[in-house]
């Protein structure tokens, strides 16, 4: 997508900026499945940083073809990312009573001896 724009170095650089916020992202995660979503993210972005650093390119390997309609062409790491991203898509719908740290708020105001 940016390859044609930026140089391959410029795109390791942007990666591992993402990847240190995506690890502080991960040190605050409230619960297990941000958690899982988030190192799932960072695996396939660190997947394709050595790729880049290796061969100055991504190689995308897996490559499906259905009739006359082909899917764009992918590899792992990508499917990592996209698994995460969709985790944390699942995860932003789930309601606020499941999520631990509501679970604990709400605990607080239901006790009402003050202590």
């Given at each position: 997508?940016?390859?044609g724009?930026?140089?391959w170095w410029?795109?390791?650089?942007?990666?591992?900026?993402v990847v240190?916020?995506?690890?502080?992202?991960?040190?605050?995660?409230?619960d297990?499945?941000?958690?899982?979503?988030?190192?799932?993210?960072?695996?396939g972005?660190l997947g394709?940083i050595?790729?880049r650093?290796?061969y100055?390119?991504?190689?995308?390997?897996?490559?499906f073809?259905?009739g006359?309609?082909?899917?764009?062409?992918?590899?792992?790491?990508?499917?990592?990312i996209?698994?995460g991203?969709?985790?944390l898509?699942?995860?932003?719908?789930?309601?606020?009573?499941?999520?631990?740290e509501?679970?604990?708020?709400?605990?607080?105001?239901?006790?009402?001896?003050?202590?």
């Amino acid at each position: 997508m940016l390859g044609g724009v930026v140089p391959w170095w410029g795109l390791v650089a942007l990666a591992a900026v993402v990847v240190a916020w995506l690890l502080i992202w991960l040190w605050k995660a409230p619960d297990g499945l941000t958690g899982a979503a988030l190192g799932l993210i960072i695996g396939g972005a660190l997947g394709n940083i050595l790729d880049r650093l290796r061969y100055q390119a991504v190689p995308d390997f897996l490559d499906f073809h259905y009739g006359s309609y082909h899917w764009p062409s992918f590899n792992l790491a990508d499917v990592a990312i996209f698994c995460g991203a969709a985790l944390l898509f699942w995860d932003s719908f789930r309601t606020s009573k499941v999520r631990p740290e509501n679970r604990e708020q709400d605990n607080r105001k239901g006790d009402v001896t003050g202590g």
